[in-house]
C-alpha cells in the first residue's frame, strides 16, 4: 500500500449491477496488489456454499514470508487434475520440501499416521532429488504396491538406509540402466529381503557376492550348465546332527536304464489316472520309493509310497486307463558315498533320494547294487576281501589240531573252489599255498593239494594245513604243532583267490 493512503477497513461485497440472482457474481479488478492486513486476527478468502478457484493466466503462487509455515489445509483430498505434471517444490537449492500427515499437539505440529503419495490410479510416482531421499522416522520406511500385480521399482543410486521394506508383487531393484545397486554397506548389520521367489540379475548377467554366503533351508538348486567350484576341499555332513548319516555325492541317472534296461518290476494301474496326476495307483504295488516308473510315454520317479498309491515328479503328461501296465527301475542313480554303519567307502547303483539321510547296502538287492570300477593300477594297503579275492589276518592256536582249536576261514563258502595262500608273521614260520575244491557242502572230504614249508627247525617248527569239514568254510590248523605250544595264536596272513 502506498505509503500516503490510510488504510480503511471495510467490508466489501461485489455483485453484478444488472441481475445478480440470473448472471452470478461480478467481478473485482485491480491493477496491482490485493493486500489483507488485520493484524489482530487471521483473515480468509471464503466461499460459503460454491467451489472457490484462484487461477492465473501464468504461474500462481502461493508464498509465505518471514521464514513462516505455508498450510494447505482440507477437510477431505488436496489434489491436482492437471494433465501436465504438477510440482511441489522449493525454489531455493538449500531449501526443504517436505509431504507429511500431521497432527497438532499443543503449539507443535507431530507427524500423523499415514501420508500417501499416489494411490491405485496413479501411473507414476516420482521422487526426484539431487542428494538423498530420508526417512527419520524411528520406526519402517514402506513402499508398497498394494496390488497384487503391482510394481514396485527402486533404480539408480539411491541409497535405502534403516529398516526400510520395499514390498511388491513383483519389486525390482535396479533394471537394465542400472550400472550399480548396492543394499547396505559396512554400517548395516543385516540386510533381509523376503519373499516367495528372489530373482538376482537376468539369464545373461554376472552377479557377484563379494562376501561370504550362508544359505539356510531345505534345499539350495543350482540350475546351471557348468559349476566351477575354486575351493580345493569340500566338506559335506558338516552338521551337528549329522551323527550316523551317510555323507557323499549322489548322481542322478534320469531314464538311461528305461531306455536300454530290462525292468526291475512290472505292475498295472488300479484306477484310472490323468494328465497333470502325481499320484499313481497300483495294482499290487511295493517299497518303490526312488524308482523310476514308466508308463506308456511318460517316465517319472516315484518320491513317496502310502500304501498302493505312488508319488511321482514330474507330473503325468498323459492320462491313461484304468490296468494300464508299468515297468520300474531301482538303479536310478549313482552314489559314491561314505557308509557310517559299516565304515566303508562305495559306488554302487541306488534308488535313494537327494532327501535321504542313509544308501541302503547294495548287496541286499533290494535297492540297487554295486557299480563297476575301472582303474589302471591299484595300490592296496591292508585288507583286501571280495567275492573273488579277499587278503586278511587270522590268529590260530601254536596246538590247534584237525580236530580240535581249528579256525575257519571268514566269508568263504560250504563248497566250491579255492586258491589260498597262508604265511605266519614270524620271518621263520610257516607258509603253504593250498588249492582245495568240493563238490558239495555236505561232502566230509574235499580235494585238496598243498606245497607246504613248515617253521624253522630252530624256532617252533610248527607246519600250517588246510582243511574242508562238512558243511563248514575251510579251516586252518596246524599238521605240526609248535614244540612246546600252550595255545596261544600264531598270526597268519592269508589270500584267497575263487572262481
Not at 1 to 22: A, D, E, H, I, Q
Not at 127 to 144: E, F, H
Not at 363 to 374: K, N, R, S, V
Not at 421 to 446: E, L, R
Request: charged letters at 10%; hydrophobic letters at 35%; aromatic letters at 6%.
Amino acid at each position: 500500500m502506498p505509503p500516503n493512503v490510510s488504510k480503511v477497513y471495510v467490508s466489501l461485497k461485489v455483485t453484478s449491477l444488472t441481475n445478480p440472482t440470473l448472471y452470478g457474481p461480478g467481478k473485482l479488478s485491480v491493477a496491482e496488489n490485493i493486500e489483507l492486513n488485520n493484524a489482530a486476527a487471521s483473515q480468509k478468502i471464503l466461499t460459503t456454499s460454491q467451489p472457490l478457484f484462484i487461477e492465473s493466466n501464468k504461474q500462481l503462487n502461493i508464498t509465505s514470508l518471514s521464514g513462516y509455515d505455508t498450510i494447505v489445509q482440507s477437510g477431505k483430498d488436496v489434489r491436482s487434475t492437471a494433465n501436465a505434471h504438477t510440482y511441489i517444490n522449493t525454489a531455493s537449492v538449500s531449501g526443504n520440501c517436505e509431504i507429511r500427515a500431521g497432527a497438532t499437539s499443543g503449539t507443535s505440529l507431530v507427524d500423523g499416521s499415514l501420508v500417501k503419495i499416489g494411490d491405485v490410479a496413479a501411473s507414476n510416482i516420482t521422487l526426484n532429488s539431487s542428494n538423498t531421499i530420508t526417512s527419520t522416522s524411528v520406526g519402517q520406511t514402506l513402499i508398497q504396491s498394494s496390488s497384487t500385480t503391482g510394481v514396485v521399482s527402486v533404480q539408480g543410486g539411491q541409497n535405502l538406509g534403516g529398516l526400510a521394506n520395499i514390498d511388491g508383487f513383483q519389486t525390482s531393484v535396479g533394471i537394465s540402466r542400472a550400472r550399480q545397486v548396492a543394499i547396505g554397506n559396512s554400517s548395516v548389520t543385516n540386510v533381509d529381503v523376503d519373499g516367495v521367489a528372489i530373482r538376482l540379475g537376468t539369464s545373461g548377467s554376472t552377479t557377484t557376492i563379494p562376501g561370504s554366503l550362508v544359505v539356510q533351508g531345505t534345499t539350495s538348486t543350482i540350475d546351471t550348465v557348468n559349476l566351477t567350484v575354486k575351493d580345493n576341499l569340500i566338506c559335506l555332513n558338516e552338521l551337528p546332527n549329522a551323527m550316523g548319516k551317510d555323507s557323499g555325492v549322489l548322481m542322478t541317472r534320469y531314464s538311461t536304464d528305461v531306455a536300454t534296461g530290462t525292468a526291475d518290476a512290472t505292475d498295472t494301474i488300479s484306477s484310472a489316472v490323468s494328465v497333470g496326476a502325481v499320484t499313481i495307483p497300483l495294482t499290487t504295488g511295493g517299497a518303490y520309493t526312488g524308482y523310476y516308473l514308466k508308463i506308456g510315454t511318460d517316465v517319472v520317479r516315484i518320491t513317496a509310497v502310502s500304501g498302493n498309491n505312488m508319488t511321482v515328479s514330474p507330473a503325468l503328461a498323459s492320462g491313461y486307463a484304468i490296468s494300464t501296465a508299468v515297468s520300474l527301475y531301482k538303479k536310478a542313480s549313482v552314489a559314491t558315498i561314505w557308509d557310517e554303519s559299516s565304515r566303508q567307502f562305495r559306488l554302487c547303483y541306488t534308488n535313494a533320494l537327494s532327501t535321504s539321510a542313509n544308501i541302503a547296502d547294495p548287496a541286499l538287492g533290494a535297492t540297487g547294487e554295486y557299480a563297476d570300477l575301472h582303474l589302471k593300477n591299484l595300490y592296496i594297503e591292508g585288507t583286501v576281501q571280495g567275492g573273488g579275492l579277499s587278503s586278511s589276518t587270522i590268529a590260530v592256536p601254536d596246538n590247534a589240531t584237525s580236530s580240535a582249536g581249528y579256525v575257519q576261514l571268514p566269508n568263504l563258502a560250504t563248497r566250491g573252489c579255492y586258491q589260498i595262500f597262508i604265511q605266519s608273521s614270524s620271518s621263520t614260520g610257516s607258509a603253504a599255498i593250498v588249492f582245495v575244491s568240493k563238490t558239495q557242502a555236505s561232502d566230509t572230504s574235499a580235494a585238496l593239494f598243498s606245497l607246504v614249508q613248515s617253521a624253522a627247525a630252530s624256532g617252533s617248527d610248527e607246519q600250517v594245513a588246510v582243511q574242508w569239514l562238512a558243511n563248514e568254510a575251510p579251516s586252518l590248523y596246524h599238521s605240526t604243532t609248535k614244540t612246546g605250544g600252550t595255545g596261544a595264536t600264531i598270526d597268519y596272513t592269508y589270500k584267497v583267490v575263487t572262481a
